[in-house]
Every structure is written in C-alpha cells, then in structure tokens.
C-alpha cells in the first residue's frame, strides 16, 4: 500500500473533501473549477482511490440564491471581489487505484474517506493504465489488442473528453457476451460509433459483425475496407415460418377466413414436391389455389374428386409432385379447401400475387440456406435493406437472428464440427422499429430470445437507437453495456436510465449538453463509466447531415451556366 500512497506526491492537488461523505461520493472544495467528466484522485485509508466528478458548482456566500437587488449584488461584488468565491466538485467513488492498475478490475469502497482528505487531478499515466486494462503500456495508437492475462480482446473506441491524451479500450468479449446498445439523437454520431467498433473488431481482431442495414448508409460507405461484405437480403420461401409469409402476404389479424385458406394452401404446398428449383413454395400454393378457384366456380366442381384435383395441380405447372404417404393429409387439405367461397380463394391468390410482386428481389429459390455463404467470417457484413419496407425487413431480420443462433448452438453442441463457426455482433439499426416497445414483431421475438441465450453461443446483440423510449424496455434492459450520446427528449432520458443501472442523475443531466461524438460509457465492457469523444472513422463517415444550403446552391450554380450555354449557342446562331 506504500508504494501507492507515494503516487500522490506526483499529484497535482485541487481541493479538499468536506463535509459528510460515503463510501459512493464525496463533496470537495476546489482551487479551480472541476470539469464533470474528469478523474480525481481522493485520499483513503485503504489508499488512493480514482473517482470521476459528476457535479460541478460555484458560488458567493454574500450572493445567496434568494436575494433580489441586482444593486446589491453588484455593490457586494466591487466590495468583496471574487476572493470569497467558492468552487465545489461532487466526485463518484470507484475503486482503489492499486486495484484497477494491477489486477484490471474496479473494487469499490467500504468505507468513506475522512473530511479533510486531498483531491488530486488524476495525471495521464495512471489513467492511460487504467483504461488500457490487462496490458503493457500501449502507445495509444493500437486500434486492438490481446488482454496479457485474461485474453479477452479489446478494440479502441476513442479518448476521454477531459483528457484527450488518454485513449480507451473497451472489451469485447463482455461486448458480445451481454449485449450494447448505442443511444442518441439524430446526427449525434451513433453511425460512426458503430463503425469505429465494427472496423476495428474485423480489422483488429478478426471478428465477424452482421449490420442490419436499414437506411443503406453502411452499405454505401467505407467501413470494412477490404473485410467489408455487402449483402443482398434473399431468402428461399422454403424456409419462411407461416407466421412470417401470412406478414408478406399482408394478410390483416382480423381477416381470419384469409388466414385459414393461406395456411390451408401453405400445408399443401409443403407437401408437394419441387423437381425443378425454380418452382418455390410460393409458386406451388399459388397453383393450389388457382386449381381449387377454377373448380369453385365451375357448377360440376363438387363431383369432382379429390384425386383428379392433385392431378390438375401437378398438371397445371408442371414440376410438382406427391409422395404417397403425404396423400392422405393433402386430400384432407384439398377438401376443406373445395367448399370454400371462390371469392375467398381468388383474394388469397391476389395476395400472393402482390406479395410476389412487392417482395420479388427477396423472396429467391435459389438463396443459399448455409449461413456461411452468406455471412462472411471475420468481415463487417451489411445487409442492405434500404429498399425494404418495415415489414419485409422485420421478416428478413428475424430470419437471419433464427438461423444465426441455430448454427451457433450446433457448432457448440457439436464441439466446432458442424454449424457457423465464428461468434458474431449483430447490429440492429433503427432498433425502435424492429423491437418496439408497444407492438410484436418478428424480430423483438429472436432478439430476446439471443438477449437471454445468446451468451452461451457467441451471438451478441448491439441496439442503435435515436428513439430509446420506443424500444422494448426488456430487452433494452438485458444490454448490460451502453454507449449514450446526446440525448434531449427528457421521456428519452429518464427511460434510459431505468435500463441502465450506472447512470446516475449528475450523469443524466449531462446528456442533453454533449457535442457531437461525445459519450457516456457504461457497462462491463468498460473498467469504468467514461465520459470519451469517440474517434472518426477514417474513412467515408456514414449518417452525415446533407449540406442542405450547398446542394441548393450546387443546382442554381448549374442552371446559370446552363442558361448561359443555352444564350452563346444564339448568339453564335444568329452571328
């Protein structure tokens, strides 16, 4: 502890804690302002311990709040002058420092320090240690490294806001293991935080990120670089839950006759047998139904037997066929089916139509089912939904987290011999409208479901929204790790913090007033909460504003020297 306690006389001293203190926080005078944000270091008992200040105030005892003549005031101020000022800092408790330097993990106090005992600025050199953990000394300039004694990676994420010589590591086993999310308001820099974080776990570390893609702005950037992977959503109609074409198909909850003649025609196209690739499910219950249509408006239909129909279905495109066993269940199908209105029939079959149609660039026979065809190991994989609309994208979504968390169970349960080989961050953009708080989806359903297993199988959940209060407060909860940027909404505030154990309500306060690219870190994927300035992707930065003004003045600019062009060809016309 000796050693430690000589750490101080390198110090710079700033103030003196006073008053009543508990082992969580403790009040200081200071000798000049303190930043919230910056590290302290307050004397102890147990030895020196790094807290981060929260608070910042300053003030008058001969000015007190309630008084009411501004003459007076200023009368006191060319009196008194600022000699009796007074600066206070509030500071967080957060460890003993020995702690966090040489075993890398925070150990929180018992006990409070004494009245009386000195604050120091935290120097450069302690804090480049603590927020570079279980590593030599670093030059800063790594994008990631390989944790000396644990071996968990870490990929840097930016510097800290109040010393911007300090860079910051977060950990990215405890990144997947228990899920991010990345919160703020519109152009305060989410797009670049995850591209800083998928670059450098690709790049860095070889590691595999999915980015749901909803707006196209990854898709046209630089992230990745040559790990980079852009992928075209496509899905095999084979593979769809009911559930998930009855979406597609834009089949309404209410429209339960609908329902019952989709599902009966998906149950009897699942039992007939494709011999050419090309006829998909879709293709094969369209054909069911407009068999069984035709007959219903034929007068003669009812002695028409159940036989002669499943051979005018495998007639009518040719292809298809049965196998014995499953004849029994598709003349069952094809009998409830008869004596349904054709009116009925014909809507379901437009239905599809539409949906065939509409969702024509996604629904694909010839999609690959293997996901690792698809979804690249070790690359930053975007999936580009940009010409999706909310409902094939939520389908798409959803399917893509089924099968992820299928093959990541098989490759464990199978001891690496079968199944996706690589654990995975899956990134959900826009995550207020995939998981939303008031309504079900698809996705909310697979996404809990990896919130609540996904440790064990290496599938990481990273929810990106601009509207925290619209995201499923549960599932928003089980992302034990949060990056929060600027946030104005006060409903948006006060619904984070209920999901986020380590905001305090100083921190809270400090949300609305962060610049562009500033963030709370909070979570075990961070020795401590940190107040850093994310780095810039280096490269094309996604989810920009548009230089509004410009582009105005880029077309006025064009349209004079088009008229200007338009006049030299007259007058050379007319010389």
Not at 119 to 145: C, K, T
Not at 403 to 422: A, D, F, I, M, T
Not at 531 to 551: F, Q, Y
Request: net charge neutral.
């Amino acid at each position: 502890m000796h050693e430690w306690r000589g750490v101080l006389q390198d110090l710079n001293e700033i103030g003196v804690v006073v008053g009543e203190t508990t082992p969580f926080y403790a009040l200081f005078l200071a000798k000049r302002p303190a930043k919230v944000g910056e590290y302290v270091v307050v004397e102890h008992d147990e030895g020196p311990v790094l807290a981060m200040v929260e608070y910042s105030v300053s003030g008058n005892p001969f000015i007190p709040s309630d008084v009411k003549d501004i003459n007076a005031v200023e009368k006191t101020v060319m009196l008194v002058g600022t000699n009796r000022e007074y600066l206070k800092g509030k500071a967080r408790l957060l460890s003993r420092l020995k702690d966090l330097v040489e075993y890398g993990k925070p150990n929180p106090l018992k006990t409070p320090p004494r009245a009386g005992s000195r604050v120091y600025e935290a120097s450069e050199e302690i804090l480049r240690r603590v927020f570079a953990p279980d590593s030599s000394l670093l030059s800063g300039d790594e994008i990631a490294y390989i944790g000396e004694r644990t071996q968990a990676g870490y990929v840097r994420i930016g510097v800290l806001a109040n010393h911007p010589n300090v860079p910051v590591y977060v950990k990215v086993d405890s990144i997947v293991a228990r899920h991010i999310a990345i919160l703020a308001v519109t152009g305060a820099g989410k797009s670049n935080t995850v591209s800083i974080l998928a670059d450098r776990m690709a790049g860095g570390l070889g590691g595999t990120v999915l980015i749901f893609d909803i707006h196209g702005e990854y898709a046209g950037s630089g992230i990745g670089g040559s790990k980079r992977n852009v992928i075209e959503p496509k899905l095999n109609p084979e593979y769809l839950t009911f559930a998930e074409l009855k979406t597609l198909a834009k089949i309404k909850p209410e429209a339960v006759r609908q329902e019952r003649v989709l599902r009966l025609a998906f149950n009897a196209a699942k039992l007939f047998v494709a011999t050419r690739k090309s006829i998909d499910l879709i293709d094969r219950m369209i054909a069911v139904l407009d068999v069984i249509y035709k007959l219903s408006t034929n007068k003669q239909s009812k002695s028409v037997t159940e036989n002669t129909i499943l051979k005018k279905i495998c007639d009518s495109i040719g292809g298809i066929g049965y196998s014995e066993s499953d004849k029994e269940e598709l003349t069952r199908s094809i009998s409830y089916m008869k004596g349904m209105d054709s009116d009925l029939i014909f809507a379901v079959m437009n239905k599809l139509e539409e949906l065939r149609v509409e969702y024509g660039s996604v629904i694909n026979p010839a999609a690959p089912y293997r996901l690792e065809s698809v979804i690249k190991p070790g690359y930053v994989n975007i999936v580009d939904l940009a010409e999706i609309d909310e409902r094939g994208s939520d389908v798409v979504v959803s399917f893509f987290l089924r099968r992820l968390l299928q093959e990541r169970k098989k490759y464990v349960s199978s001891g690496g011999r079968e199944g996706y080989p690589s654990p995975v961050l899956v990134v959900l953009e826009e995550a207020h409208i995939l998981i939303p708080k008031d309504e079900e989806t698809f996705t909310k359903a697979a996404a809990s479901r990896i919130a609540r297993e996904g440790r064990k199988f290496g599938v990481g959940l990273c929810l990106v929204s601009q509207r925290p209060k619209g995201v499923d407060e549960n599932a928003l909860s089980q992302t034990n790790n949060k990056v929060i940027l600027k946030i104005v909404e006060p409903h948006d505030k006060y619904y984070v913090q209920r999901a986020s154990e380590q905001l305090s309500d100083e921190l809270l306060e400090l949300l609305p007033s962060l610049n562009v690219g500033e963030a709370v870190l909070l979570g075990e994927m961070t020795i401590l909460p940190a107040l850093v300035k994310v780095d810039e992707h280096p490269r094309k930065v996604v989810g920009r504003d548009i230089k509004i003004a410009l582009e105005w003045q880029k077309i006025s600019k064009r349209e004079r020297e088009i008229i200007k062009e338009i006049e030299e060809l007259l007058k050379m016309q007319e010389g």
